[in-house]
């Protein structure tokens, strides 16, 4: 049971049609419609060799439509419709009449809808039939209430095995006024929010409100309290003198250095210095004992008389021999442990840099 091959054309040339195409369509939701209609009749091609479907073939027929949309989706409808079919071996016509009922799904975004329902086929000098129909259809409005429409549907019988199909172009109408669409109601403009600006006059990240070290540089790393960070970091001074053989007596050249150790004394008042005293190892260990504790005492002595160092943070040791700069028994290891040495150590903190 085939349908003829123009048939075949035509319906898909329909659906591509009404699956490319765009919607217009007005609000059609509650609203009933009518339509006339004009098709072409498809019986399936092996009833026109049998006598029992008196060998009917295709026509043409017309019909009306009444129906009422459920919503934007959904539809339904019922048909009536008269067909004028051509005979086999005959010039006379066939008279056949259809009714039935059917649910149209429109598809959304496109004007295109899908049909299923069920007729009752009555064709002269044939018994009747009950047949299911599916087809695909494409509607066009050309005003808010007019529209014309093409649709193709295929029926399937149910207690006869058969394949008929057809072809419709028509007009509908919808009756009534559309319903009214609230419009929708603007959303309330955002409140913007009071933009809070912070107060931080020295820039340091830390809000004027916390900051318990206001004015803090910008070059300076800062805690949470925007205070400046520090580091604790050991500068040290060393004071190393020679002295003659045998003697005690400060050489010019070197009251520079020992007032330079008086400055940073000064500087960082809560150190103190030893002197240590040495000498070679020429004469007995007792009297170089001796000599080394007066030349400790000799450096001191300019500290306290010629540069205010309270007695309190210098204290003079004397190591006579017990430690020798260079070891030996040469002139050069003489010279070189005949000496005084003095270190201090003062412990600074420093801003620890962005």
Not at 56 to 72: F, M, Q, S, T, W
Not at 84 to 96: E, I, M, P
Not at 238 to 245: D, E, R, S, V
Not at 327 to 348: Q, S, Y
Request: proline share 4%; net charge negative; hydrophobic share 40%.
């Amino acid at each position: 049971m085939k349908l003829s091959t123009s048939a075949i054309a035509i319906m898909a040339t329909l659906i591509s049609t009404a699956t490319l195409a765009e919607s217009s369509k007005p609000l059609v939701s509650d609203r009933v419609f009518g339509s006339a209609f004009a098709e072409y009749y498809f019986p399936d091609a092996d009833k026109s060799t049998t006598s029992e479907w008196s060998y009917v073939k295709r026509g043409y027929g017309y019909g009306l439509e009444v129906g009422y949309n459920l919503d934007e989706t959904w539809a339904l409808r019922a048909e009536f419709a008269r067909q004028h079919l051509k005979q086999q071996f005959s010039d006379d016509k066939l008279v056949g009449k259809r009714v039935g009922i059917d649910a149209l799904y429109n598809l959304a975004g496109t004007s295109a809808y899908f049909v299923g329902g069920l007729k009752h086929l009555d064709i002269d000098t044939t018994d009747d039939a009950t047949a299911l129909n599916v087809g695909i259809g494409y509607r066009k409005y050309l005003t808010e209430n007019f529209s014309v429409f093409g649709e193709m549907n295929r029926f399937q019988g149910i207690s006869e095995n058969f394949a008929d199909a057809n072809i419709k172009l028509g007009m509908s109408v919808l009756f009534g006024d559309a319903p009214v669409v609230a419009e929708p109601t603007a959303a309330p403009e955002p409140v913007q929010a009071p933009v809070v600006v912070v107060a931080d006059s020295d820039n340091d990240g830390v809000p004027d409100s916390s900051d318990l070290c206001p004015g803090t540089p910008s070059t300076d790393k800062v805690d949470a309290n925007g205070c400046s960070i520090f580091t604790e970091k050991e500068v040290n001074f060393t004071l190393k003198a020679q002295f003659a053989n045998d003697s005690a007596e400060i050489k010019p050249e070197y009251r520079s250095e020992i007032a330079d150790l008086a400055a940073f004394l000064k500087r960082f008042p809560g150190t103190d210095v030893e002197i240590g005293g040495h000498a070679s190892n020429v004469g007995t260990a007792a009297y170089n004992l001796k000599l080394s504790e007066r030349r400790a005492d000799a450096v001191a002595r300019v500290l306290l008389n010629e540069h205010g160092i309270s007695a309190g943070r210098v204290t003079v040791k004397g190591y006579g021999i017990t430690r020798p700069k260079v070891e030996g028994n040469t002139p050069a290891a003489h010279a070189a442990n005949r000496r005084i040495e003095a270190v201090v150590t003062a412990t600074i903190k420093e801003k620890v840099e962005r």
